[in-house]
């Protein structure tokens, strides 16, 4: 079986030395891992890994989850601090420990005892995004209101619309990895710095496996991008790959996920992306905005293409 990779269009970073691992024998796992990791290294990418924009005190906080689609193994970490390869030690949590998900200290203390490598995850562009929206009336000037209202309210006022924040052009997002391998195992795989100027400890979808992640070799797998509150309660990466398995093609079931979105009553609804593949390897994108893309390359291509993916906007629930 030709060896597939597809993911949200920041994954392009990463593609192709993911279909390098797969042209070398390599497992899915392996492959998702190799992309993610390229994109975590990115400079570039406000929204993964080294560089991320950070939570509202300035602390880059990470979060990664994993989905191995023939046994449903699956491995998280959440909140992560000072440590860049997030999907990484998510694989080694699905690995190594009789656990799915860790978090905060406990995440951080994993991959200081694996030794992963200790990073200072905040790159002077981040924080000058970070603190534009915080000077810019005056929020950080101390002694004003109780320190912990004032942060509850912060959250809310700043980061009230997460993909378009003033800042920057679309400082936010996360990166979504699926990769079929030559034995056509499916892996699935989700790392980002989550929510800029979010509450410290807040956890989107990302890390959530049936949320922002899932793989099932029989039927298929999805990640999503986007408010991660939406797909939290919508468990949609779960609901695409369900919806398939009780007889729905790809395109179908990326629709009436989406359309499930549109029961939520959320005051900051944004935005919802979702990449997706179904066990044969058909591909498919869908997004609530306009113009959105992914990415998806063969072992057989010289490098990947990126297809539109399909606009279902929330209005069509
Ligand atoms: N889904 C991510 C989260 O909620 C953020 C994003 O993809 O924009 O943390």
Redesign the pocket.
Same mark, same amino acid.
């Given at each position: 079986m030709t060896g597939l990779v597809v993911g949200s269009s920041n994954a392009k970073v990463g593609i192709v030395e993911a279909i390098e691992v797969l042209r070398q024998g390599g497992s899915a796992l392996d492959a998702v891992v190799a992309g993610i990791a390229l994109v975590e290294a990115n400079p570039e990418d406000h929204?993964v890994g080294y560089a991320g924009l950070p939570n509202l005190l300035g602390e880059v906080e990470l979060?990664a989850s994993i989905m191995s689609g023939s046994n449903l193994a699956a491995g998280a970490v959440g909140a992560l601090q000072g440590y860049q390869d997030a999907i990484a030690l998510a694989r080694r949590v699905m690995e190594e420990l009789p656990h799915v998900f860790v978090v905060g200290a406990g995440a951080n203390r994993l991959a200081a005892e694996l030794g992963f490598p200790p990073t200072d995850l905040l790159t002077p562009e981040a924080e000058r995004i970070w603190r534009s929206r915080l000077d810019a009336d005056g929020a950080t000037s101390p002694g004003q209101r109780a320190f912990t209202a004032r942060v509850r309210d912060l959250v809310r006022r700043v980061s009230s619309d997460? @993909?378009l924040p003033k800042a920057a052009p679309e400082p936010? &997002? $996360?990166v979504n990895v699926i990769a079929r391998d030559r034995h056509g195992d499916l892996a699935c795989g989700v790392s $980002?710095s989550?929510?800029a100027w979010?509450y410290p400890g807040r956890?989107?979808?990302?890390p959530i496996i049936g949320a &922002?992640n899932y793989a099932d070799n029989r039927w298929g797998a999805a990640a999503? $991008?986007?408010?991660? @509150?939406m797909?939290q309660r919508c468990c949609t990466a779960h609901s695409v790959v369900t919806f398939m398995r009780f007889g729905m093609g790809l395109e179908e079931a990326l629709r009436t996920a989406m359309a499930d979105l549109t029961a939520i009553d959320d005051p900051y609804a944004s @935005?919802i992306?979702i990449v997706a593949m179904d066990k044969d390897g058909n591909h498919a994108g869908a997004s609530t905005s306009k113009g959105k893309t992914y990415v998806v390359m063969r072992e057989d291509m010289e490098t990947y293409e990126e297809p539109r993916r399909l606009l279902v906007p929330f209005s069509n629930g």
């Open positions: 929204s979060d997460p @993909e936010h &997002g $996360t $980002t989550g929510w979010k956890l989107g979808d990302s &922002g999503c $991008t986007g408010r991660g @509150e797909a @935005e992306n």
